[in-house]
């Protein structure tokens, strides 16, 4: 319930804000706005000004602006009218590059809410929880089916505890710098910087594109030090007296020199973990009987220790520069992934999300990134609040009837006419779009179905 209730009104904040560019442009414009409502539903509170009326509604899931002559135009859709109504003052009397602009001022609204939400996470700066830049070779830890060998990681000579310091000769100091790079830059060679036992090696590695995400993926895992960080109460690593600190160095006899090497020490599903730790330079020796969870995966209740790196800018134009450096590239991966789609690069049902599917993300980040602290939960929720808005941005100008990129399309027609288009023109044109948009809500109803039941 807190996961729908925090994911509901994180996904309203974005549908607001979009709302809110549709109302402030219209307002510029000189269209008159009837009502502009917070929620969606009956009425809670509100109140009237100018003629508009302000409310609250009972569902908090965005909002909706509503302008003059809307409701003229569906009455005139029903009574099968040749022309559409044009009062002064409404949305259909305005000019086409008028509504253009309030068409457009949505999409705006989500991506300047993006850049601000950016250079305000870098100015305040955040701690991120990740692991460094020391890596594994899969291939030489195969634990998801079959080996992985022969994936470009090893063709290209990385080996196991090598440190990628650069890609491209942009620094990287955490894994989750090198993944990002990584994961935009599928089938395109990248020059990396290795630290190699302290000495700097050149290599070229060329990401192969995974066709169930649309990611590059070369074969690497990160290193994580087997340093327990946290042991859940009542599991069965508590229950074997394992404590924060701990650190793993076997497991039935087999070295633990990281956490993929503790993994593969489970994969025979063994009946009792007999583990040599070291807790304060004193080594012990502890049972651990596993449980495992209905996929197959052990679940011991810890967890291991990440490496906090504060990330923040220098000063207020650093923190302008780094933000609009993310909303650029969250921009181009977005449309970087979109195109993937269109291609056939990607797993539909992988890569298309519903309103059902979002709600649980935004949910699921809220509710963890605020259990590890309120000033660097607000980061991470907002942050991804923030590429949330840029997909809406994205979404919405696409050339699709009945949405914001439809409509802006229909009104460029009609301003290089210079005339009116007939209201039975406009009724087809939004019947293909509402069976455009019928068949996209289906399909992201059974990708949100296939992500629910696991599969």
Same mark, same amino acid.
């Given at each position: 319930?807190?996961?729908?209730?925090?994911?509901?009104?994180?996904?309203?904040? +974005? /549908?607001? &804000?979009?709302?809110?560019?549709?109302?402030?442009?219209? %307002?510029?414009? $000189?269209?008159? @706005?009837?009502?502009? =409502?917070l929620g969606w539903g009956p009425k809670l509170a509100g109140f009237t000004r100018g003629g508009t009326e302000y409310r609250v509604s009972v569902f908090p899931i965005g909002g909706y602006c509503r302008m003059k002559g809307e409701e003229a135009f569906?009455?005139?859709?029903?009574?099968?009218?040749?022309?559409?109504?044009?009062?002064?003052?409404?949305?259909?009397?305005?000019?086409?590059?008028?509504?253009?602009?309030?068409?457009?001022?949505?999409?705006?609204?989500?991506?300047?809410?993006?850049? +601000? /939400?950016? &250079?305000?996470?870098?100015?305040?700066?955040?701690?991120? %929880?990740?692991? $460094?830049?020391? @890596?594994?070779?899969? =291939?030489?830890?195969?634990?998801?089916?079959?080996?992985?060998?022969?994936?470009?990681?090893?063709?290209?000579?990385?080996?196991?505890?090598?440190?990628?310091?650069?890609?491209?000769?942009?620094?990287?100091?955490?894994?989750?710098?090198?993944?990002?790079?990584?994961?935009?830059?599928?089938?395109?060679?990248?020059?990396?910087?290795?630290?190699?036992?302290?000495?700097?090696?050149?290599?070229?590695?060329?990401?192969?594109?995974?066709?169930?995400?649309?990611?590059?993926? +070369?074969?690497?895992?990160?290193?994580?030090?087997?340093?327990?960080?946290?042991?859940?109460?009542?599991?069965?690593?508590?229950?074997?007296?394992?404590?924060?600190?701990?650190?793993?160095?076997?497991?039935?006899?087999?070295?633990?020199?990281?956490?993929?090497?503790?993994?593969?020490?489970?994969?025979?599903?063994?009946?009792?973990?007999?583990?040599?730790?070291?807790?304060?330079?004193?080594?012990?020796?502890?049972?651990?009987?596993?449980?495992?969870?209905?996929?197959?995966?052990?679940?011991?209740?810890?967890?291991?220790?990440?490496?906090?790196?504060?990330?923040?800018?220098?000063?207020?134009?650093?923190?302008?520069?780094?933000?609009?450096?993310?909303?650029?590239?969250?921009?181009?991966?977005?449309?970087?992934?979109?195109?993937?789609?269109?291609?056939?690069?990607?797993?539909?049902t992988n890569a298309v999300s519903g309103p059902a599917r979002i709600t649980y993300m935004v949910g699921t980040v809220a509710?963890?990134?605020?259990?590890?602290?309120?000033?660097?939960?607000?980061?991470?929720?907002?942050?991804?609040?923030?590429?949330?808005?840029?997909?809406?941005?994205?979404?919405?100008?696409?050339?699709?009837?009945?949405?914001?990129?439809?409509?802006?399309?229909?009104?460029?027609?009609?301003?290089?006419?210079?005339?009116?288009?007939?209201?039975?023109?406009?009724?087809?044109?939004?019947?293909?779009?509402?069976?455009?948009?019928?068949?996209?809500?289906?399909?992201?109803?059974?990708?949100?179905?296939?992500?629910?039941?696991?599969?």
């Amino acid at each position: 319930m807190v996961v729908i209730v925090l994911g509901l009104l994180g996904l309203g904040i +974005v /549908v607001f &804000v979009h709302e809110l560019g549709h109302f402030l442009a219209a %307002r510029w414009v $000189g269209v008159h @706005v009837e009502s502009f =409502s917070l929620g969606w539903g009956p009425k809670l509170a509100g109140f009237t000004r100018g003629g508009t009326e302000y409310r609250v509604s009972v569902f908090p899931i965005g909002g909706y602006c509503r302008m003059k002559g809307e409701e003229a135009f569906k009455a005139a859709l029903e009574r099968g009218d040749e022309d559409m109504p044009r009062e002064p003052g409404s949305f259909y009397g305005a000019s086409p590059w008028r509504r253009i602009v309030i068409a457009l001022a949505g999409p705006f609204a989500n991506l300047v809410f993006a850049l +601000v /939400v950016a &250079v305000v996470i870098a100015a305040a700066g955040y701690t991120l %929880r990740t692991s $460094g830049n020391k @890596v594994i070779l899969a =291939s030489e830890y195969p634990l998801f089916g079959a080996p992985a060998a022969g994936l470009p990681a090893e063709k290209a000579g990385i080996r196991t505890g090598d440190r990628i310091v650069a890609i491209d000769g942009v620094e990287t100091r955490m894994y989750s710098q090198i993944q990002e790079i990584i994961f935009r830059s599928a089938e395109k060679p990248l020059r990396l910087t290795v630290d190699r036992a302290g000495s700097q090696v050149e290599l070229v590695v060329v990401p192969v594109l995974d066709r169930e995400t649309g990611a590059g993926r +070369v074969g690497l895992y990160a290193w994580v030090e087997p340093v327990v960080e946290k042991v859940e109460p009542e599991g069965s690593a508590f229950v074997a007296g394992l404590a924060p600190g701990d650190r793993i160095l076997s497991v039935n006899g087999t070295a633990v020199e990281h956490d993929v090497a503790f993994q593969k020490a489970l994969l025979d599903r063994p009946r009792v973990l007999r583990m040599r730790i070291d807790r304060d330079g004193t080594p012990l020796e502890v049972e651990v009987v596993p449980t495992w969870n209905k996929d197959g995966y052990p679940d011991l209740g810890i967890s291991f220790r990440a490496v906090a790196f504060r990330i923040q800018a220098d000063g207020p134009l650093d923190a302008i520069a780094k933000g609009w450096k993310d909303t650029r590239d969250t921009v181009s991966g977005t449309l970087q992934g979109l195109a993937g789609l269109f291609r056939g690069n990607v797993k539909v049902t992988n890569a298309v999300s519903g309103p059902a599917r979002i709600t649980y993300m935004v949910g699921t980040v809220a509710s963890r990134s605020l259990r590890e602290g309120w000033a660097d939960g607000l980061s991470q929720l907002f942050n991804f609040l923030s590429l949330l808005s840029v997909g809406l941005f994205i979404m919405n100008l696409m050339p699709i009837p009945l949405l914001d990129g439809g409509q802006i399309l229909l009104f460029v027609v009609e301003g290089i006419r210079r005339k009116p288009l007939k209201l039975k023109t406009v009724y087809r044109y939004q019947a293909v779009g509402m069976a455009v948009v019928l068949a996209i809500f289906l399909l992201t109803t059974i990708a949100d179905l296939s992500f629910f039941s696991g599969r």
